[in-house]
C-alpha cells in the first residue's frame, strides 16, 4: 500500500482549501468531509455551485427544497443550461492554447476542434434546429460514433432545450427502435456508415428503416461515410447544418432553462422487456460532473496551474462513459476522444491500440473499462513499445470490478516506464456507479492511499452505505449498495411512466419510507421517502470496517449462494482469471426457489490452452484457496466467448434463467449485445441440459 507523490495541487485539495478560506470548515480526514457532505446537503451543493461559480439569471429560493426520494427538488427557481457551463470557457481555454476536442480513428484521420471552433458549429446547428421547428422539451435521437460531431450535436441540441438521446451505431435496429420509439424524437441525426474493428459498415439501410418505423420524425440530418451505399432522401447534409457564420451566430446564447428542465434520456442496459428511459436535469448533470471533477482531478478552467489537462475515457456513444468524456467541457478541460475498437480489427488484435493513440496525443488521464486492462494485462502488453506516455499521470476503470492482478499489472508497467514521479506509483481512478443517475458512487481522490482490487472512498455528496438484511449499515462486512440521501443527478423520471411505477419498482421498492438508518446513526423518518438500492454488493472498510476502501463484489442479483453462504461473483472471476490460462470466465448459481444449488463455470481459455483434468484441478485449487471449497464450480466447461453486454458486462443473470428453462428470447435482447453471436453455445447446452435434445 503506497500514498501516491501528485506532480500538482489536487483539485479536491484547493476546493477545501477554498472551504476553509471561505466558509470557515476544515476538516481532519476524509471521512470527516465526506460525513459533512452527506448529511450537511444544503452546505455541500450550495459549496459545489460557488466553487465552481454557477451562473443563473434568477435565484434560487433554496438548496434542496424537500429532502424526499424520489423526486427530491433541487436549487428551485435557479436556471441553467448545460451548453451554456461549457461554452463559458470558450475565451479562456482558447487564451491558453487548449483546444476543446482532439479525435483520432481508426484509420488514423486525427482532428483538433478549437473552442471558438466549437462554440460556432453548437450556434450553427442550434439555429438549424430551430429553424426546423424543434421546441424546448422535442426530443432528438442520435444513431452516432464517438465523433466530435456527435458531441457539437449534443450541446447544440441542449443549448435550445430540445432533450437528447443518443444509441450507438454497433446496436442493431431493433435495439434502437425499443429505444427511440418509447421518446418519439422529432429529429434525428445519424451517421450512414462507421469504421470498426478494421472494417468499414454501411448503415445507410438500418437509416431507412429508423426513418419509416419511427414517424414522429419530421427531420433527418446525415453525417456521410465512404461506406453508405444509399443516399437518404429530404434529409439535411451535416457540414451543410454546421457551415453557417454570420451575426446570428455571433449573437447566440443558450437558453436559460430551470434546474430541472430535462437534458437528455439514457437508457438502462436491462436485460429483458423494453430497456428503461431515464431523464436526467440539465442542472444536477452540471452539478455532479463537477463535484465529479474533485474526485477525477480534471479541473480545466478551475485549475490554472493545470490547464493543460487532456481527458480520454475510452466508450462507445451507448455507455453513460460518454457523457462523462463529454462532462470534462463542463471545467473548460480538453476532450481527445478515439472512434473504434481498443483492440484494433478482429482478425489481427493489437491491445496497443488504444496505447498508442494516448500517446499520440498527449493524453493525460486515461480511462475504459476494467476489462480493456485485463485484455492488455493477458496479452502481455509491453507499454514500453506503445509511444511516449510520459503524460499519462492517472488511469480510470469502471465497468466492472478491476482485480488486484490487472491493477497491479498495470501499476508495474508505469514504474517501468516512469518519467516522472506521478508515473512511478500510477494513480487508478477505479470507479463503480451507473446509468440510473449518471455518476458514481464510489471513487477515488489523489490524497488517499491506493490498493490494489479496492476503490479508495465514497464520493461526496453520495450517502452510500451497505445494508445487511436488517436494513443496518455495516463497515467491513459485505451488503446491498444503498444511498440514504438525494443526488441531484438522480432521474427526475422515466420516460412515459405513468405514476413513476417503473422507476419506483426499479430502486425504491427493497426499502420502503422510514426503512434503515440516517448516515450517523439516528432512524430515517417516514417522510424523508425511500431508500435508493442500486443492486449492487458491497463492503466499505477492510475487514475490520476500518478504512475508506470500497470494493463491488457484483450485482447483488447474480449473487452465489452456496450452502446459506453468499459471494459475488467478482471474487470467484479474480481468482480464476488470474490464471495464465484463463482469458475470461463467467459463473452462475441455479439454485431457485428450494432447487439444490448448480454452479457451473464457464471459461474462455488462451489459444493452445486445454481444459483437461489438471487445469481443472488449479482452477478449483485457485478457489478453494481464494475463497472456499463452499464456491468450487460444479463443472467447468470451456466456451467460446462470455457474452457481455455493449457496456462490457458479463450477462450472469439472462445465462442463469436460460439455464433455468427460459427462452432465449425471453431473457435477453440480443441487438444490445457486444457478442450476440457467443449465445449459440449457452442456448444449446441449456437444451441438453433440460433434456430438449440438442
Given amino acids: 500500500m503506497t500514498t501516491p507523490t501528485p506532480a500538482h495541487i489536487p483539485l479536491i485539495r484547493l476546493y477545501q482549501n477554498w472551504l476553509r478560506e471561505q466558509r470557515g470548515l476544515s476538516?481532519?480526514?476524509?471521512?470527516?468531509?465526506?460525513?459533512?457532505?452527506?448529511?450537511?446537503?444544503?452546505?455541500?451543493?450550495?459549496?459545489?455551485?460557488?466553487?465552481f461559480a454557477l451562473q443563473s439569471p434568477t435565484p434560487h429560493t433554496a438548496v434542496l427544497g424537500r429532502n424526499v426520494m424520489p423526486g427530491a427538488p433541487w436549487f428551485p427557481g435557479a436556471q441553467v443550461n448545460y451548453a451554456q457551463q461549457v461554452l463559458r470557457h470558450v475565451d479562456a481555454a482558447h487564451a491558453a492554447g487548449q483546444p476543446a476536442l482532439i479525435s483520432d480513428d481508426e484509420t488514423g484521420r486525427a482532428r483538433e476542434l478549437s473552442w471558438p471552433e466549437l462554440r460556432r458549429q453548437v450556434a450553427s446547428l442550434a439555429l438549424h434546429l430551430q429553424a426546423q421547428g424543434v421546441q424546448p422539451g422535442d426530443r432528438v435521437a442520435a444513431y452516432m460514433p464517438n465523433v466530435p460531431e456527435t458531441i457539437v450535436a449534443f450541446l447544440a441540441t441542449v443549448s435550445i432545450g430540445a432533450v437528447w438521446s443518443v444509441c450507438a451505431p454497433d446496436m442493431g435496429t431493433n435495439a434502437v427502435l425499443d429505444r427511440f420509439s418509447q421518446i418519439e424524437p422529432t429529429v434525428l441525426i445519424a451517421a450512414d456508415g462507421v469504421t470498426w474493428a478494421g472494417r468499414d459498415i454501411d448503415r445507410s439501410a438500418v437509416l431507412h428503416e429508423l426513418r419509416a418505423k419511427l414517424p414522429s420524425v419530421r427531420h433527418v440530418i446525415v453525417l456521410h461515410h465512404p461506406a453508405a451505399s444509399e443516399s437518404i432522401a429530404d434529409s439535411a447534409d451535416w457540414a451543410s447544418a454546421t457551415a453557417r457564420n454570420d451575426a446570428k451566430i455571433s449573437a447566440f446564447e443558450p437558453l436559460w432553462l430551470p434546474f430541472d428542465h430535462p437534458l437528455w434520456i439514457v437508457y438502462s442496459s436491462g436485460t429483458t422487456g423494453l430497456p428503461k428511459p431515464i431523464v436526467h436535469p440539465h442542472g444536477g448533470m452540471v452539478l455532479v460532473a463537477l463535484a465529479s471533477g474533485l474526485h477525477m482531478d480534471i479541473g480545466g478552467s478551475y485549475q490554472p496551474n493545470n490547464f493543460g489537462e487532456r481527458f480520454h475515457w475510452y466508450s462507445s456513444t451507448g455507455w453513460v462513459m460518454w457523457n462523462c468524456q463529454v462532462a470534462g467541457l463542463l471545467s473548460g478541460t480538453t476532450g481527445v476522444i478515439f472512434d473504434g475498437s481498443p483492440g484494433g480489427p478482429r482478425d489481427a488484435p493489437d491491445w496497443t491500440t488504444l496505447w498508442r493513440f494516448a500517446a499520440r496525443h498527449g493524453v493525460t488521464f486515461m480511462g475504459?473499462?476494467?476489462?480493456?486492462?485485463?485484455?492488455?494485462?493477458?496479452?502481455?502488453?509491453?507499454?514500453?513499445?506503445?509511444g511516449d506516455l510520459s503524460r499519462v499521470r492517472a488511469l480510470g476503470s469502471t465497468g466492472s470490478p478491476l482485480s488486484a492482478e490487472v491493477q497491479q499489472w498495470g501499476t508495474d508497467q508505469f514504474a517501468r516506464i516512469a518519467r516522472t514521479p506521478a508515473q512511478r506509483d500510477i494513480w487508478w481512478f477505479n470507479i463503480s456507479g451507473g446509468t440510473d443517475f449518471a455518476g458514481a458512487f464510489i471513487g477515488g481522490s489523489r490524497e488517499l492511499p491506493q490498493q490494489a482490487g479496492v476503490m479508495q472512498c465514497r464520493m461526496l455528496g453520495a450517502a452510500v452505505e451497505a445494508w445487511n438484511e436488517a436494513g443496518e449499515p455495516v463497515l467491513g462486512q459485505v451488503g446491498e449498495l444503498v444511498c440514504t440521501q438525494p443526488i441531484p443527478s438522480m432521474p427526475l423520471r422515466f420516460w412515459n411512466d405513468p405514476g413513476h411505477a417503473r422507476y419506483r419498482a426499479s430502486y425504491f421498492e427493497m426499502y420502503p419510507p422510514g426503512h434503515g438508518r440516517k448516515p450517523g446513526g439516528g432512524d430515517l423518518d417516514a417522510s424523508a421517502g425511500s431508500v435508493w438500492r442500486h443492486g449492487d454488493w458491497l463492503r466499505v472498510g477492510d475487514e475490520n470496517g476500518q478504512g475508506e476502501w470500497c470494493v463491488i463484489y457484483g450485482r447483488s442479483d447474480a449473487?452465489?449462494?452456496?450452502?446459506?453462504?453468499?459471494?459475488?461473483?467478482?471474487?470467484?472471476?479474480?481468482?480464476?482469471?488470474?490464471?495464465?490460462?484463463?482469458?475470461?470466465?463467467?459463473?452462475?448459481?441455479?439454485?431457485?426457489?428450494?432447487?439444490?444449488?448448480y454452479m457451473p463455470l464457464f471459461v474462455v481459455l488462451r489459444p493452445g490452452a486445454a481444459l483437461d483434468d489438471s487445469l481443472k484441478k488449479r482452477i478449483n485449487d485457485a478457489i478453494r484457496q481464494s475463497l472456499s471449497p463452499r464456491f468450487m464450480p460444479d463443472d467447468i466447461f470451456q466456451v467460446p466467448e462470455i457474452p457481455r453486454t455493449l457496456s462490457g458486462k458479463k450477462q450472469e443473470l439472462p445465462i442463469k434463467k436460460l439455464l433455468l428453462g427460459q427462452p432465449i428470447e425471453k431473457v435477453v435482447n440480443q441487438e444490445a449485445m457486444a457478442n450476440p453471436g457467443s449465445l449459440a453455445w449457452y442456448v444449446a447446452f441449456a437444451a441438453s441440459r433440460l433434456g430438449r435434445g440438442s
Avoid at 475504459?368 to 506503445?386: E, I, N, Q, R, W
Avoid at 449462494?561 to 495464465?580: D, F, K, P, Q
Fill in 368 to 386: 475504459s473499462g476494467a476489462a480493456f486492462f485485463a485484455g492488455c494485462a493477458k496479452a502481455g502488453v509491453d507499454l514500453a513499445t506503445s
Fill in 559 to 597: 449473487t452465489i449462494n452456496r450452502h446459506g453462504l453468499r459471494m459475488g461473483t467478482s471474487e470467484i472471476y479474480s481468482a480464476v482469471e488470474g490464471m495464465a490460462e484463463v482469458l475470461d470466465s463467467m459463473v452462475v448459481d441455479l439454485e431457485y426457489l428450494g432447487r439444490d444449488s
Fill in 27 to 51: 476538516f481532519g480526514s476524509y471521512r470527516a468531509l465526506w460525513e459533512w457532505s452527506v448529511t450537511d446537503l444544503d452546505a455541500f451543493w450550495q459549496s459545489i455551485w460557488d466553487y
